[in-house]
């Protein structure tokens, strides 16, 4: 999931800057007055790039203006004159940076990062403003210290908490000199978090491999041989072959190429990424690095693994540390036991050499093949993207009772968006909005992801329902074939879907506590606990249906999907436990004694991390943690939610998959509650108890 901005708001609308246009008196900016579409979907048809930064403009005085008719309120501070205001504190800002960082991330054309360099300076200095006012402060700090005596519901004493917290870990209680070394601090932070994405994209952009003789594409499936014909002949290269650095470009050669060379510059290609040239991004994380020791030692910590868990479940760097050693440590063990399994197969083929890096996936597929007879090849052909999303989609009617009606005439940036109005399946009720964005292009960066456009709650006019959207990278079709998703690519759909869910279906009463709006090691709950659907048998067979003939995925290849399940987590988990602990170990190194480019694998080495396995992001393209401050110190929290997954999966086992019952409760507690209450006391009352981590062991097989 892409990181969530709260967004602190307030009800007066002072639309200073409402008739100005950016094309002289002929079209007025889509952004300064409130939307006229259905739902209020940006008018993306009618937004020019030149219309960003004098939204921002008028969106930052619009907020400047609001937060003087706060502080200037002479009446006792309470909930309605000074709380929530802030909810709606800007709707301008509101409406042009939800569109803006959306295309940040899924349409940075250059156009579109040129004006980003000047709109992010803007909007750092905007939130500064808001988020180190003392008269602002002090007046939530007289809420807070007043909630009990409020006559408050205990929701609204949760917001003036959140507001309270917020603040405070914002820097607002700070003495004036340190608030401007802070402000400092965040503007040289803003610009390098800029500098090193535009290193990422332009790096992965910049690589490929291009393949002359067809011989050497032996073992790759014609899907991915189609898609790199294509990509060849679009850079000119008729007959040839070129493979990218893109993931569904990238790791079907490192599942299926036979063709050892072409496995490895991939591999290469991919785990060099942004680390030499024009875009190294060695020289922006030694900066990252040090501004954040700084950051923290501003805002009273030692360091800013110590600052950042303080804000969430973990509370400390070693918690976090302690639960990742618990799993890392049993991963690779089982990691040694899978690349044995591998060494021994190359042995029996003669072979020659030690398995390496970029022969993992490969030989994995081969003995996954030998011990249950199974090949992705095989299942890929019944997972059209089609084919899932109608699983998907058929699985959230079962479960939660919505359904997804498609909008083919909504506003939309891309042709291949598509759009669906979420609607309650049995009075046809309009719940949210849900658009998707599947394919990679240029402008968009690696990964998956879900961000709304609008959250649930209270704004100005009134309630009003989410905006949501997953954005993809995933396998395109082809001139033969329908998009078909890898089995990766099937289990992330679900996963984006599961964060949009918790969005869809928010019951929260306010925008700062509703949706995904929770403590970043609770947010992968929903996410996590929706993969688990994908591949039920009573599920698949009712969407997983062969691309060609129409015949539904065979019992015998669902019990090898099943049995085959546990296959390879030993270095599934070591990848990702390995990335949580480099990323905790950058956020509590001493930056005057490190040297940037042999960390991490120096740290590799103190923690024992198998050589045959890179972590799932390497320092110069961990964009979770260095691309800005969303999972910094905080990637760990996938394994500290999959603690509850995988206990709250055991009662759904338990129960019936599909059991209404708890999937009642599951909706209630987890979905629809937000930040309503602390995220323990949901999860228990939803399980039955405190969370069992060793169930994470058990999912994985390792207990």
């Known amino acids: 999931m892409k990181p969530t901005f709260l967004k602190l708001a307030a009800a007066a609308l002072i639309c200073c800057a409402s008739t100005q246009g950016t094309m002289a008196d002929t079209q007025v900016n889509p952004f300064l007055t409130p939307y006229t579409t259905k739902y209020q979907i940006p008018p993306f048809e009618d937004i020019k790039i030149s219309d960003f930064i004098p939204a921002i403009k008028a969106g930052i005085e619009e907020q400047k203006a609001n937060i003087f008719s706060i502080t200037a309120n002479r009446a006792r501070p309470d909930l309605d004159n ?26 940075n054309t250059d156009e579109f990062a040129a004006m980003a360099e000047e709109a992010l300076p803007l909007l750092n200095e905007a939130a500064n403003q808001m988020n180190l006012n003392d008269r602002l402060f002090q007046r939530i700090k007289a809420v807070y210290d007043d909630r009990d005596n409020l006559g408050l519901t205990d929701v609204q004493k949760r917001v003036v908490e959140k507001y309270y917290r917020s603040f405070a870990e914002q820097g607002a ?55 790199a014909a294509e990509e060849a002949k679009k850079r000119g ?43 190294n991004n060695y020289h922006v994380i030694e900066k990252i690095i040090k501004l954040r020791a700084e950051k923290a030692k501003i805002m009273g910590f030692d360091n800013f693994a110590q600052m950042m868990t303080s804000r969430v479940m973990a509370k400390t760097p070693e918690a976090a540390t302690n639960l990742l050693m618990q799993v890392f440590e049993p991963a690779v063990k089982r990691s040694h036991e899978e690349v044995a399994d591998m060494q021994a197969m190359v042995d029996a083929e003669k072979g020659g050499f030690k398995i390496q890096p970029w022969d ?73 909005v849900f658009m998707t964005d599947y ?4 402008s968009k960066v690696q990964g998956a992801w879900m961000e709304q456009l609008q959250s649930s709650g209270l704004y100005e006019d009134g309630n009003r329902r989410p905006v949501v959207y997953n954005v993809g990278n995933f396998t395109r079709p082809t001139a033969d074939a329908p998009a078909l998703l890898s089995i990766d690519e099937v289990e992330t759909t679900f996963h984006e879907f599961g964060h949009a869910l918790q969005s869809i279906l928010s019951q929260a009463p306010y925008r700062s506590i509703a949706g995904t709006n929770v403590d970043r090691d609770y947010v992968e709950l929903s996410s996590q606990m929706n993969e688990h659907f994908a591949f039920e048998p009573e599920l698949l067979k009712s969407y997983a249906k062969h691309y060609k003939t129409g015949e539904t995925i065979p019992d015998e290849l669902i019990k090898k999907l099943n049995e085959s399940s546990k296959f390879n987590q030993g270095f599934v988990t070591t990848e990702l436990a390995g990335a949580a602990l480099l990323d905790m170990a950058w956020a509590q190194a001493n930056p005057d004694s490190i040297k940037t480019e042999t960390f991490e694998a120096d740290f590799a080495k103190k923690i024992g991390m198998p050589e045959e396995i890179t972590f799932r992001y390497r320092s110069p393209y961990f964009k979770h943690i260095f691309g800005d401050d969303g999972y910094a110190a905080g990637y760990y929290t996938y394994l500290w939610a999959q603690v509850l997954e995988a206990d709250a999966w055991e009662l759904f086992l338990k129960n019936g998959v599909f059991d209404p019952k708890t999937a009642a409760s599951y909706k209630k507690n987890i979905l629809e509650s937000g930040d309503t209450e602390d995220a323990m006391v949901l999860f228990e009352r939803f399980r039955g108890h405190k969370p069992d981590t060793h169930a994470l062991l058990r999912l994985r097989g390792f207990e």
């Open 237 to 279: 290269l008729d007959g040839l072959w070129v493979f990218t650095l893109h993931a569904p470009s990238r790791l079907p050669v490192l599942q299926y190429a036979d063709n050892r060379g072409l496995r490895e510059a991939i591999y290469k290609g991919y785990t060099n990424l942004a680390s030499y040239g024009a875009n």
């Open 82 to 107: 000074t709380i929530l205001p802030l909810e709606n504190l800007s709707p301008i800002l509101d409406r042009v940076t939800g569109v803006f960082y959306h295309y940040e991330s899924a349409l």
């Open 439 to 442: 394919f990679p292009r240029p």
């Open 173 to 227: 209680a700070l003495p004036p000199e340190k608030k401007e070394q802070l402000i400092k601090v965040n503007d040289e932070l803003s610009k390098l978090f800029v500098q090193f994405n535009k290193n990422l994209l332009n790096a992965t952009n910049s690589f490929f491999v291009t393949v002359y003789d067809k011989e050497d594409l032996a073992g790759l499936p014609e899907s991915s041989i189609g898609q």
């Open 360 to 432: 993992y996936y490969y030989y994995a597929g081969k003995v996954k093949k030998q011990k249950f007879n199974i090949e992705e090849n095989e299942i890929r052909p019944y997972f059209s993207l089609e084919n899932v999303l109608n699983g998907l989609f058929s699985a959230a009617e079962r479960l939660y009772g919505i359904k997804m009606v498609e909008m083919p005439d909504a506003p939309k940036y891309m042709d291949e968006v598509t759009v669906y109005d979420v609607q309650d399946a049995k009075t046809g009720e309009h719940i949210a």
